[in-house]
């Protein structure tokens, strides 16, 4: 990510009132590997340490995370993508679906061990190539749990633009956060996290079959009430 990106991304974060950084501390804290440090993973991040979780941000070069890292405040370290994997009970992958099958080679099993796994991510060909190619034809719930069998995956925050987390985390009438997941007890510790970060998230279904909505397009794109999402998750096609 541009270190003006990561700037700009932690100058929001710092706009937020207070109450709202304070208001959601977590009750039992996660220790959460973030895979991406970028437009996405500084802000959720941030979110999740003032929250009151353990959060290790990552990146391929680890030593230009030291302002994100004083920016998200005591809770917040830096390291590789391996040093994530393995702090991680919780993984947040914030990446472009180009570095999903490296990914999933070099820590498919690890992650397959991990409490949830959340996948922010969105499969673009023009920019991904091939992964993208396929997650975009079987779905990407489905690319990601067939590239890494086993791993216990959520789609969230996926339509919801990087510059508006913040503000929208903030807001006392709650932002939707649709997400898709499999497993009962994985999308609740999920719904949890997202709950304590200032949003409501709105179930649309498995990541199995209905993955393709939580993706920037969707009728479920961008902002919207929890009512409103709701209503939509209830007119989609059902798979
Ligand atoms: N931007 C948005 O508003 C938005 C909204 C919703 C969803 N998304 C999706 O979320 C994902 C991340 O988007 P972003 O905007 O945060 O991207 P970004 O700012 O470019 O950050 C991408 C992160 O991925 C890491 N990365 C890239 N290639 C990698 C590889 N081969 N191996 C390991 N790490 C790699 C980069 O880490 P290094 O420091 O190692 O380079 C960087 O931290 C994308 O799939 C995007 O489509 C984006």
Redesign the pocket.
């Known amino acids: 990510?541009k270190q003006a990106?990561r700037r700009l991304a932690l100058g929001l974060l710092g706009a937020m009132p207070v109450f709202a950084r304070t208001a959601f501390a977590a009750a039992t804290p996660a220790k959460i590997g973030m895979?991406?440090?970028?437009?996405?993973?500084t802000p959720i991040g941030t979110l999740l340490a003032k929250a009151g979780h353990e959060v290790m941000f990552s990146?391929?070069?680890p030593e230009?995370l030291k302002a994100l890292v004083d920016g998200a405040g005591s809770k917040a370290r830096a390291g590789t993508?391996a040093d994530a994997v393995a702090f991680g009970d919780v993984i947040i992958l914030?990446?472009?679906?180009?570095?999903l099958p490296?990914?999933a080679k070099e820590h498919g099993k690890a992650l397959a061990a991990k409490r949830l796994v959340i996948d922010?991510?969105?499969p673009?060909p023009q920019r991904d190539g091939e992964p993208a190619t396929i997650a975009r034809d079987v779905g990407p719930g489905p690319y990601v749990t067939n590239l890494m069998p086993g791993i216990k995956l959520v789609r969230a925050?996926?339509?919801?633009?990087?510059?508006k987390l913040p503000e929208f985390a903030a807001r006392s009438e709650k932002v939707a956060a649709p997400i898709c997941g499999d497993d009962k007890a994985v999308v609740a510790l999920a719904e949890a996290l997202i709950r304590e970060i200032g949003f409501e998230p709105v179930m649309i279904g498995a990541c199995k079959t209905m993955s393709k909505f939580a993706m920037?397009g969707s009728p479920l794109d961008a902002e919207h009430t929890v009512e409103d999402a709701k209503k939509i998750v209830a007119s989609l096609p059902k798979a």
């Open positions: 990510m990106s895979v991406g440090a970028g437009r996405m993973g990146s391929r070069h230009n993508v914030t990446l472009p679906y180009s570095a490296d990914l922010v991510g969105n673009y925050f996926n339509a919801i633009n990087w510059q920037p």
